[in-house]
Every structure is written in C-alpha cells, then in structure tokens.
DNA sequence: AGCACGCCGACT
DNA sequence: GTCGGCGTGCTC
C-alpha cells in the first residue's frame, strides 16, 4: 500500500460528508492563501473564530493554526480534518484579524506571515514538541498510576518515567489515538507534564518567597496572635520579635517579603525555618514579575511646565475632534513628561495605552522612569524577552494591562480597550521592518490602528519625519508644538569644524581637529563628560592595495570588507562573512596595503594616545552583543565611570545623562553623501538628535561637528536648530523630484543567484508592469550594493501618486506579476521581495 | 517551517 | 558505477 493511500484511509474518517463544517486556518507561514481543513462532528462545538486548532500539514508537520472563517462550503480539494480545537477562547482579537488583512493589503504580506510575527513562539507550537515528566514530578509505582489517573494517561506517565521523553506522535503510536492534544493538555492541567520546547528556552518565571502567619492564626485576631505566641513559649526571645516584626510589616503592607521580614527581625533562614517548623508561620511563593523588581524609590508628580501644560491641554483638544497629534518637542523639552500626564489621563478612563519606541531607545534609563510614575501598572515588550515571557505577555495583554511600552512588535498584540497610542521618536527608521516580511512601518499602522480601535493618536519627535510634517501641514495631524527646553536650558551650541582647513592649516591630528582635541580636552578637565558619534563601526572600511587600488571584497557581497583591529580580520557587514588579512595584493601581488577610512574602533583607539588618562568606552553592535550588553555601557556611563562614550547611531537614541558637555560628530560627510533620497532628512534627524544628548540639566552644551563640506546646507540648518528651513528647503525637493510624501514608493526587489536570469526576470517584470503602469515604473536598475548573500539584486521602484485607486490597482498588478513570475520556467529561484513605502 | 523529490561531486 | 550534498517546490 502506498504512502498516500495509507493517508487517505487516516484522513476520510467521515466517510462521504455532504454539508460538513469546514474552517479557514491561517498558519503561521509565509502562504499566499488561508487552509482550508474539515471539522470532525465531535469538534464543531468548540470552533468560533480566533481560536487555534491543532491541523497537519504535508506529511508529518504539525501546526496550531487560528480559525479565520467557518463555512459550510466544502472546496473543490480533498481537505484534512483538523485534529483538535486548542483553545476555550480565541487567542486573537476580532480587532487583531481586522489590522492583519489591513496589513497584508498594504504591504503585500500573507496573513500567515502576519500571525508568524505576531504570535509568541509558545502560541505557535509547532513540530514534533516532546513531553517530559514536570521538574518536581516524584515517580510512583504503576498501581497507584493507574488508580489515580485515566489509563491513557497512566500509560504516558509509566513510559515518561522509563523514559525521559516521548514525542507527540510516540504517545499517537503508542495509544493509537487519532489526537493526543487532549491528553497531553489534561496532563500539563495536572502539572504531571512539560512540554519540552519551553524547556529549552530555560525561562523560569522569578519566584519571591512571601511569609504569611500559617492557618489558623490571624493578624487581625487578638486572641488568634496571642495563641502563636504561647507556642512560641516565653524563653524563645528571638522567635518573639520575629513575630512582632511580621505583625508590624504586616501591618504597613498587604503581604510581606521573607527579605524584608530577615532584615526587619535581623534573622536568618534558620530562625524563620523554626516558626514554619511550629506552624507559625507559612511560606509562599509569588511571581516576581521582572517590572515589579523595580524598587526604586516612588517619585511624586512634578509639575508641568507651563508649555508642557499648554501641549497636553491641546492635544487632548485634539483627541476630542478623533485627530492624530504631532508632538513636536526640541530635544530635551520634556515631551515624556507630557506622555506621561496623557497616559494617565486614559488609564485613568480604564482604556489601554500602547506607547512605541524604537527597540534600542527602550532602555532602563526610560523604562525606569515610567516605572516611577506607574509600577506594575506597566509592561515592557520588546525582542529580548523570550518565549514563555512573551506569551505572558500576551495574556496581560488579553486581560487589559494598563500600559504596554514596546518596541515596533506591540503593536500586534491583542489590545482589548485601547486608548491611546504613543509613538516616541516617530521619525526613527526602524519602526519600519526591514528584512522577513511583513515589512511593515509601524508608525504608519499605529495610525490605521488608532482608527480601529476608535483610539487615539501621538506622534512625537524632536525632529519629526517629512511624511508627518506634511501631514501636519496639510490640517490631516494636528501640530503641537515645544519649542524650549525643560527648565529654560538653551539649546546646545553648535560649531562645525571644516577639516579642509584644518587640513591646510595643518592643525588635524589623524582623525581629530586640533579644535576638537582643545575641546575635548577642557570638557575632561572640567569633570564633564563627552560623546562621539561616528556612524561606522570596525576600525576601518576598506584595505587597499596602495600600488593599484585593488580592495578587499566579501565573496558574497558586493561590498568591500572592514578591517576589524580587535579580532584583526576583515569583515562583511552585510553577511557577517570574515577573512583574515590577506598579506599581499591579489592582483598585483604588491605587499603594501593601508586602509583608509575610519570607524569607531579606530576612533577609541587613537583617542587614546590623545588623552592616555581619560576612560574611553566603545557603544556600537559589536560592543553591546548579549542581553544587558546596552544597558550595562549606558548606566556605566551614567555613574561616571566613562569619560568618553564612542558609538554609532546607538548612541543618539533616547539617551539622557545630566553631565555631558561635549558632543561631537567625527565624520558628518559621510551621512550626507548617502546614495538615497532620505540621506538629508536622516543627516539631519541624527545630528539634531545626538546634539541634544549635550548639556541636558546643568547647562548649556557644546556640539563639534567636522565636516569637509562645512557649507552644506544641512549643516547649517542643524546648527541654527532650524527645523522650519530645513522642512521647507527638503519638501520642497521632494516634491519637485516626486519622493515621498508626495508620492508613495513601492519598492520590488529581485533576487537570483545567477546574474543572467535575475536580469531576464528583472527586465521582464520591468515590462509587465510597465505597459499597465505606465512610466511610473522606474527600472530595473542595480542598487548600488548589487549582490548580497550570494544573490544578484535588481530593483524596479513604482512612483505612485497618493490616491488610494492608483494605489490598489498597483498592488493587484504586482501580485499578478508575482504570480506570472512563479509559473515562467526557466526562472525557478528567482525571489520576489515587495517593500511597500521603503525605507 | 519541514520534508520529499531531484540533479552534480568523492567514494567502495 | 553509487551515496548524498542541498537546492526547489509543496503542503488544505
């Protein structure tokens, strides 16, 4: 018999079903469609939508897949039953379906690419998950098994206990059952079962111990305490003030910490382990959930300045006419203080907030600030947290925590009440997704988002993006404005440094100007400290031959490699390829090679024989890798213990030290030479933004920027903190050379290993959309890194105008070139990536 | 994501 | 001459 007859016979339990029930499920793959799979009798009951069933797929994979839609229609395929129904209630939100289709819409992804992003890795178990006997789990022998437990469930146990493990589909074989699910959930329900997956994410919740007076003694029952203390007996003196001090913690709070009661009776464990022993006292165990570690002390509400008072007033002003408001906050105006007086405002209501980040500004520093303010009425969701947190998470969610503080992602988690959304720092590029679909920004969703939950909306930014400028402009945001510093601080004081004069001059010590080194050097004397930014990590970016030029390349990539003087070896930054030093020319055999260029490696270590005494500190990936590796160098820098703080990008993003007096921007050229129509607005956007971190709450900062082209508008417009020019000398040349936000982009990129056919594809595509798009199909040209990862890339740019028509009958013609492409032969292992308002 | 089917190198 | 490398396509 064949494998697929045997299949068949395992699938048609029902025989011939005429008008059976039958559910979409969405998996959480990247398929273009939703499944459909038939409902055995026994489980209709249990379907509604949003919940998730247990269905196979192919030969073996399992998956929980979330019921989209019920339907008596049976299709014109063979369906699969499913196998079990996982859950009571759904797990995602008729809102959550609703955001997905609008994503998949917009940005062309597949719902199963949407739930794959949005569900925890503990919502989706799929695969062979293998069960193993509970950590505290005693063996007992098979009689008393078998008397305390179904036989099935007996049956697991026994082999579990012989052993280790068993897989789902060993219990299947072993018991031919046509579902496990049900007896593997009753068996978790019991705590006799882990699953191993959560095994290997090693995630214990933290436990605290609690200590509470044992049954039947009562804090507030005179006669009850006098009883404990006569147990304890006279002579026990010890034991006596231990069960004063609980009696008085417990009367300052609810319940009382086992830490605490040790400090306050001066005990230790010994002690206490007596009371337990007399039945004095009980321990028990809470979850110490990590935000509730916070134990700083509780900050009281500062008042509002008067501006801050202003903007707060008129954004909900705003709110009232259901209009997103465009904070726009100089740097160091205290916009988070007016986040926080509007998040109060709505919990106040009993309505959820979801306030936005950019994942590397979601550090303690403001995470503890908001803890001040609002303890555990708050939850911080970002990609560090692991899987079981995660679906905890997710849970508080579903139950209405108050506040969730997330990175891009929280936005997919299933808000019941939503109120208000805030997104901080709203310009930052990374709220776009860039690489696994969907490729989605989540700034832009927030605001479809609001309109679903009948929610509102803030964007804030000290230097806000065109798109949301334009719409500010355009009346579609209201525009509130900050435009002074918290406490009347000036702003920084801004100087460029031309290092073509410096140059000539002969005032440049390599890298640094005589004029930065003055500066640096009194800000040390002055027990300040200073941050240098430098967007370029590794020492330097290229290796050259000096005899002909010839550089080092990756060898999958068409980029040249940095050189990396701490692990001395070349490195792509795009595929994390690494080679050692080549030790001569490979064209012309020469032996003398130099590098050139400069990035934060480089500028550490030659500071460093500038100013031999002062602490230097490096900030940038390859420095703060592991989970606290960022918070660790930012609260080091805070304390004091690092003099200079040398980084990327990462050092400009909501940092907020009291004592920095130097900030300075080593290479501005760089940023402003950027091949990409943003390259003005983030040059911009990165110079204001890491000048601010300069002279917070003291006084006034210094701000060095060197630069080669030190006339170049944009310089000039960040040293007069010039937003209004800026904004109007950009979307100006926006407009004229039809970019965003005057026109949508969609950006299709082409993926082949062999260069000939990803051409062929290219063009053919070019010419598909062309001749129903007209000329505002753009391409395909070669993006100026041309090959990454071993594939040849070309891109086809789609310039559209703003009306939604356009838009959606664009969409339709990519998909349908899509799906041309995926059947032409000759073209197999092409990829088609589709970015949607690319960034 | 798995997993099976299908074409090119180092082996008995 | 084969075993197996992973590259490609499909799963309701």
Redesign the pocket.
């Known amino acids: 018999m064949s494998?697929s007859s045997l299949?068949d016979l395992f699938?048609s339990g029902g025989g011939a079903e005429k008008k059976g029930t039958y559910v979409?499920?969405v998996?959480?793959?990247?398929?273009?469609?939703?499944?459909?799979?038939?409902v055995p009798f026994h489980l209709k009951e249990w379907l509604q939508k949003g919940v998730r069933v247990e269905?196979?797929?192919?030969?073996?994979?399992r998956?929980a897949g979330l019921v989209y839609s019920i339907t008596e229609e049976k299709?014109a395929?063979?369906?699969?039953?499913i196998i079990s129904v996982l859950d009571d209630f759904p797990v995602v939100t008729e809102e959550q379906f609703r955001l997905w289709e609008w994503m998949s819409t917009y940005y062309l992804c597949s719902m199963g690419e949407l739930m794959?992003a949005a569900l925890p890795a503990g919502l989706k178990l799929?695969?062979?998950s293998k069960l193993l006997l509970a950590e505290n789990y005693e063996a007992k022998p098979w009689m008393q098994l078998h008397q305390e437990l179904p036989g099935d469930e007996a049956l697991v146990i026994e082999q579990l206990q012989k052993k280790r493990e068993l897989s789902l589909s060993d219990i299947q074989r072993m018991l031919k059952l046509k579902s496990v699910h049900k007896l593997v959930k009753s068996l978790l329900d019991k705590q006799l079962v882990q699953l191993k997956e959560e095994l290997q994410e090693r995630y214990k919740p933290k436990m605290e111990d609690w200590v509470a007076l044992a049954p039947p003694y009562e804090l507030n029952n005179p006669s009850s305490i006098k009883e404990a203390f006569d147990v304890i007996g006279s002579r026990a003196h010890k034991q006596i003030d231990t069960l004063m001090a609980f009696m008085q913690l417990g009367r300052e709070q609810k319940e009382v910490r086992k830490k605490e009661l040790y400090e306050r009776a001066k005990i230790d464990s010994a002690l206490l382990k007596k009371l337990v022993d007399k039945g004095i006292f009980s321990i028990y165990q809470k979850e110490l959930s990590r935000l509730d570690d916070y134990d700083g002390e509780a900050e009281g509400n500062y008042a509002l300045s008067e501006q801050q008072q202003q903007a707060y007033e008129s954004c909900l002003q705003h709110f009232a006419d259901k209009k997103a408001v465009l904070l726009h906050g100089v740097t160091g105006s205290g916009k988070t203080q007016v986040f926080v007086e509007l998040m109060e405002h709505y919990i106040g209501q009993g309505q959820q907030v979801l306030y936005l980040l950019p994942e590397i500004a979601l550090t303690a520093q403001i995470v503890g600030r908001l803890q001040k303010h609002f303890g555990d009425q708050i939850l911080v969701y970002h990609s560090k947290f692991n899987n079981n947190e995660r679906v905890e998470i997710w849970r508080a969610v579903q139950e209405g925590v108050p506040i969730i503080l997330g990175a891009r992602s929280a936005l997919l988690l299933p808000f019941q009440s939503l109120g208000l959304i805030l997104v901080d720092e709203e310009h930052d590029p990374s709220y776009k997704q860039q690489d696994?679909a969907p490729r989605y920004n989540a700034r832009d969703t927030a605001v479809f988002m609001a309109h679903l939950h009948g929610a509102n909306i803030l964007l804030g930014s000290a230097t806000p993006s065109l798109e949301s400028y334009q719409n500010a402009l355009e009346e579609k945001y209201a525009l509130v404005q900050l435009d002074q510093r918290f406490g009347g601080l000036a702003l920084p004081k801004i100087e460029i440094v031309d290092l073509g004069e410096q140059q000539r001059e002969k005032r440049m010590h390599g890298i640094f100007s005589g004029h930065l080194l003055d500066a640096l050097k009194e800000t040390l004397a002055n027990g300040e400290q200073a941050i240098l930014f430098q967007n370029r990590r590794g020492y330097a970016p290229l290796y050259r031959c000096k005899s002909c030029g010839w550089t080092t390349e990756c060898k999958d990539c068409d980029v040249s490699l940095t050189y990396h003087k701490y692990s001395n070896n070349l490195r792509c930054h795009y595929c994390g390829y690494q080679r050692s030093l080549p030790k001569s020319c490979d064209a012309c055999g020469s032996h003398e090679l130099e590098i050139i260029g400069f990035g934060t490696e480089k500028i550490e270590d030659e500071l460093q024989i500038f100013l031999p005494d002062a602490r230097l500190e490096r900030m940038d990936w390859d420095t703060v890798r592991g989970k606290n590796g960022h918070d660790r160098l930012i609260n080091r820098f805070a304390d004091g213990q690092i003099d200079v703080l040398i980084g990327t990008q990462m050092v400009t993003k909501g940092l907020d030290f009291d004592n920095v007096g130097l900030v300075a921007v080593l290479s501005a050229d760089q940023m402003l030479q950027f091949p990409d129509f943003r390259a003005n607005e983030r040059a911009f956007q990165l110079m204001t933004q890491v000048a601010g971190r300069a002279g917070r709450k003291k006084k006034q900062g210094r701000v060095l920027i060197q630069a080669y082209q030190a006339e170049h508008e944009i310089l000039r417009e960040v040293l007069q903190h010039n937003f209004q020019q800026f904004q109007q000398r950009e979307l100006a040349e926006r407009r004229s050379f039809k970019y965003p936000p005057f026109q949508r982009l969609i950006k299709i990129q082409f993926k082949h290993?062999k260069r000939d056919q990803l051409l062929m594809a290219a063009e053919w595509g070019a010419k598909f959309l062309q001749s129903r798009l007209g000329d505002r199909v753009l391409g395909p040209a070669e993006p100026s890194i041309s090959r990454v990862r071993t594939y040849y890339l070309m891109d086809l740019l789609i310039k559209l105008g703003r009306g939604g028509k356009s838009l959606r009958a664009a969409k339709d013609k990519i998909r349908d070139m899509q799906e041309l492409l995926?059947q032409k032969d000759g073209?197999?292992?092409?990829r088609v990536v589709i970015d949607v308002d690319p960034y």
């Not at 073209?827 to 092409?830: E, I, K, Q, R, Y």
Request: zero cysteines; aromatic letters at 10%.
């Open positions: 494998a299949l699938e979409e499920v998996l959480p793959l990247p398929l273009a469609k939703l499944y459909t799979y038939s269905v196979q797929l192919g030969r073996q994979g998956y299709p395929y063979q369906t699969r039953p794959a799929a695969g062979e696994p290993k995926r073209l197999s292992g092409l």
